[in-house]
């Protein structure tokens, strides 16, 4: 038993008076003389005795009455907390795309709120995380405001960081209880996300009725020509097989193609289409199928045909260049160093300085105004360059020296697989190629540098050399063919092409949302000038860098929703891109309750809303007991005028 008034029940002490009184208080007696008084005195101690006990009697029932009143106002209750504590419930409600499906009741999303609302305290106190937003402290009326709202979101946070947060909020907290209750579909990654020395909380788990699903992965483009191109549908399907699935192809809203497939049970499937080529494609794929989820039935991309990246090569023709960097992916201008456009190297996305002997001030200005507007510059060497022009170019690049030339027959042995100029190049690492060799090279000191390719002895072959404000790729030897026979290696296909490839990030066929993309566009915007990303519903301005012929956009945090963008500068569309959600949300991979109940002592587990906040609101309820002592004050007056009335000693 508790107290909420405990001070009060120091006036017990004042109980001691009475007593004292009672004690002191001794009756008078008058002395009658009788001649015989045998009889009498028998009577008297009679009726002393008598007289003695209704005192007793109505000394206990005063006692009683003036303790039951005085307990009755310290306020006495049964609870598993203190009244004067403020009960405060963190709830996560996790809305992520796969809550939004069929549960027993209905919407799992939606019935998991109408719950909350119909369950929740009047007298608690709230802090509500969803996916989108985080609202704290607010009372039941305010909680079921925002639950009557909440919608799903293709936003997605961690439980580590929802319970990182609960707890900061619970620190430095006096004179409050606090009790945690996440509500989740647990989909995918949040196994080792708990601990044992993961705070307590209830864990509901929200599962769908329906236990299969089929979704568009991904899609990709290849055996282009003139004509068309094949477009490749990845098609995931999960659960048992299914038969004449629909799947059409969709140019806006033109249909374009459509066919039925079946597909095995838990199986990833490529189906193909053959697709006229057009300049723009602004493709949308849709699966008509009624599974667990709704939204990974439709998948958008983009492709353009006309974009081409700007190679310039300085220095000494090569005719391998030409076979590399072919028309329909990149324009490609050959030209000597006295022959140079300087005006045009701005307008340039690679820059191969070709066996340059002497780097010239004009030039050496150009390609580091070049360098530092983000353009990739690749460097190689002459076999007599002039060492001083060069690392005078070094130097203004923030680059370190390049060393005298050493005179050395070395193999090229080592590729960094893991560079992103290999990325998807090799399907297994190479160890037993015919090795080309060098007569002779200028090994480079630098911290920042990455190796690419290297030598037997392990220095650089080929090295990346990036700070902050630029890239450069740097080939410590000349690739003339009396020096090295490099240029008839396997290797100078993937090297020379991904050059140019990493040069200019092309928008891709479709982009993730709740992912990092960064998206190049080829534009000169006048300094006070933005580009921003819009549809019919939404719009925004993302993150984004200037450069002298682009500006590179970097999305994450938006968009939220599926489809079609445009990329705006002032009021004209400069180019549409695609987004789709995350394909992690598709998967029916869910975290075990039973397990997770085994390895975390500190968690309960439950598959139902209202018996967790039913459990909450009952453990915690004030059972207050002044009603029975005032009743029980009462009885006691009633008890004593009973006794004066009635008790006739």
């Known amino acids: ?83 004067s504590q403020t009960q405060h419930n963190f709830i996560y409600l996790d809305n992520s795309l796969s809550t939004n499906t069929k549960g027993i009741k209905g919407n799992l999303l939606q019935i998991a709120a109408q719950e909350i609302i119909e369950n929740a305290s009047e007298k608690d106190v709230y802090s509500l995380q969803t996916n989108s937003n985080f609202y704290d402290r607010i009372d039941k009326k305010e909680l079921k405001n925002i639950l009557l709202q909440v919608k799903e979101t293709s936003k997605k946070i961690d439980l580590a960081t929802i319970l990182l947060k609960f707890d900061s909020k619970t620190k430095n907290k006096t004179n409050t209880s606090n009790n945690t209750v996440l509500i989740s579909d647990l989909q995918n990654t949040y196994k080792n996300e708990f601990t044992n020395v993961t705070p307590p909380f209830s864990a509901i788990k929200l599962e769908s009725v329906i236990k299969n699903n089929i979704s568009i992965d991904s899609v990709f483009v290849n055996n282009s020509n003139a004509n068309n191109f094949t477009l490749n549908v990845l098609i995931k399907n999960q659960g048992e097989a299914k038969s004449n699935i629909p799947i059409a192809v969709y140019n806006n809203n033109k249909l374009i193609s459509k066919l039925s497939s079946s597909f095995k049970k838990d199986t990833l499937e490529t189906i193909q289409f053959k697709i006229q080529n057009l300049p723009e494609f602004n493709g949308k794929i849709a699966l008509n199928f009624s599974d667990t989820f709704a939204f990974d039935n439709v998948f958008f991309f983009t492709l353009k045909n006309d974009q081409k990246i700007n190679v310039l090569s300085i220095g000494n023709k090569a005719n391998f260049l030409a076979k590399i960097y072919t028309k329909n992916e990149f324009n490609l201008t050959e030209s000597t160093v006295q022959n140079t456009n300087y005006n045009s190297i701005l307008k340039q996305q690679l820059i191969i300085l070709n066996e340059v002997e002497n780097i010239s001030e004009i030039l050496s200005k150009k390609i580091i105004e070049f360098s530092k507007n983000g353009g990739i510059l690749v460097i190689i060497p002459h076999k007599n360059l002039n060492l001083k022009a060069y690392n005078s170019l070094f130097k203004n690049l923030n680059l370190r020296k390049i060393q005298p030339k050493k005179i050395d027959t070395l193999k090229i042995t080592n590729i960094n697989f893991n560079h992103p100029l290999f990325q998807n190049v090799f399907s297994k690492k190479v160890t037993n190629f015919q090795y080309p060799t060098v007569q002779h090279y200028y090994p480079i000191t630098s911290n920042n540098t990455s190796t690419i390719v290297a030598f037997e002895n392990g220095t650089s072959f080929i090295s990346e050399i990036k700070n902050r404000e630029n890239k450069v790729f740097w080939i410590s030897s000349s690739l003339d063919i009396k020096n090295s026979n490099f240029i008839n290696s396997p290797l100078i296909v993937p090297v020379f092409y991904n050059f140019g490839k990493l040069s200019f990030k092309h928008p891709k066929l479709f982009y993730r949302i709740a992912s990092e993309n960064i998206i190049d566009i080829e534009i000169n915007t006048e300094k006070d000038k933005v580009l921003k990303i819009s549809n019919s519903e939404n719009s925004f301005i993302p993150l984004q860098q200037k450069f002298q012929n682009k500006v590179s956009i970097t999305t994450k945090e938006q968009p939220l929703k599926s489809g079609f963008y445009n990329i705006i500068k002032d009021a004209d569309t400069i180019q549409k891109i695609a987004f789709n959600y995350a394909k992690e949300e598709s998967l029916l991979n869910f975290l075990d309750l039973n397990e997770l109940k085994e390895t975390n002592k500190n968690i309960t587990v439950s598959n139902s809303v209202a018996d967790v906040f039913k459990k909450i609101n009952k453990k915690n309820k004030v059972h207050w007991l002044w009603k029975w002592f005032l009743s029980l004050a009462i009885v006691s007056l009633l008890l004593e005028i009973l006794i004066l009335k009635f008790y006739k000693p």
Request: charged content about 15%; aromatic content about 14%; hydrophobic content about 50%.
């Open 1 to 83: 038993m508790q107290f909420k008034n405990p001070e009060i029940l120091y006036f017990l002490t004042l109980l001691i008076i009475p007593i004292i009184v009672h004690l002191f208080q001794l009756q008078k007696f008058i002395k009658v003389p009788f001649t015989n008084v045998a009889f009498l005195q028998k009577l008297a101690q009679q009726t002393r005795k008598s007289s003695r006990i209704k005192k007793w009697l109505i000394l206990s029932t005063r006692m009683l009455l003036l303790t039951a009143i005085i307990v009755a106002f310290s306020q006495p209750y049964f609870s598993n907390k203190t009244a």
